[in-house]
């Protein structure tokens, strides 16, 4: 069975500090996607990454795939109050590759920034 | 934008009541799903339907069904509800074909069984 695993599951931190959420697997993916879930609300994609090595940046978000494609890190810059919510990856299996009907969650870090 | 719809934000059922959960897309997409999301546990698949009157069990299908009659619209049905069944549902739709389609959610329907 393949596992994505998200940590911190928690993180609580002051508004401009920096952060780094990790999603490890020690399966390979075809691609990998990043949500974020804020409360009362559905998970919104934020990136997906696709090329092992592959660095995406969406403002004051970094989004790197692990050059063997099982691992996944989202580093965030001067952390704002908006940032907070539930940020989730989501691995497409190789043999699955497109098909986003098997996708692997997981469990997701939770991030409260304060003001 | 697309937009994926929740027919209710909030349920609550008694034990053994026949639950209908609804979902309508409006960006013809062919893919839909039903999730359930739990604190520790995640989002975990109920079913997938690629196509209309086609589904697929996801990962916890058990005392769950659904229809799809139509291609924007994909039903969530709880034959018996059980307390277990507590939890928060999402509904989601993708397009399918090449490459990974980004999933667009419903804003959820918490459904409480008591």
């Known amino acids: 069975t393949q596992l994505l695993e998200q940590s911190p599951q928690f993180l609580s931190i002051q508004e401009g500090e920096n952060l780094t959420v990790y999603c490890n697997s020690s399966?390979?993916?075809?691609?990998l996607q990043w949500y974020r879930q804020e409360p009362g609300e559905g998970p919104v994609l934020l990136v997906t990454?696709?090329?092992g090595g592959e660095v995406k940046k969406l403002k004051r978000l970094t989004f790197q795939f692990g050059d063997a494609r099982k691992d996944s890190s989202l580093h965030i810059t001067a952390a704002q109050p908006g940032d907070t919510g539930l940020y989730l990856c989501?691995?497409?299996?190789?043999?699955?590759?497109?098909?986003?009907?098997?996708?692997?969650w997981g469990l997701g870090t939770s991030l409260a920034v304060n003001p | 934008d697309v937009k994926v719809t929740q027919s209710s934000r909030y349920l609550v059922k008694r034990t053994g009541e026949k639950v209908f959960l609804e979902c309508v897309q409006d960006?013809?997409?062919?893919?839909m799903f039903w999730y359930r999301q739990d604190p520790g546990l995640g989002l975990r698949l109920i079913y997938f339907?690629?196509?209309?009157?086609?589904?697929e069990k996801g990962d916890i299908p058990e005392g769950y069904s659904v229809s799809r009659e139509k291609k924007e619209r994909f039903s969530l049905i709880l034959e018996s509800a059980s307390t277990n069944q507590t939890s928060m549902y999402l509904c989601?739709?993708?397009?399918?074909?090449?490459?990974?389609?980004?999933?667009?959610f419903g804003n959820g329907t918490r459904l409480t069984v008591t």
């Open positions: 989501a691995g497409a299996p190789l043999i699955e590759a497109g098909n986003n009907r098997k996708l692997i």
């Open positions: 399966s390979v993916f075809s691609s």
């Open positions: 990454v696709v090329t």
């Open positions: 960006m013809d997409h062919e893919n």
């Open positions: 339907s690629y196509d209309v009157k086609m589904k």
């Open positions: 989601a739709s993708s397009f399918a074909g090449r490459g990974l389609s980004p999933l667009h």
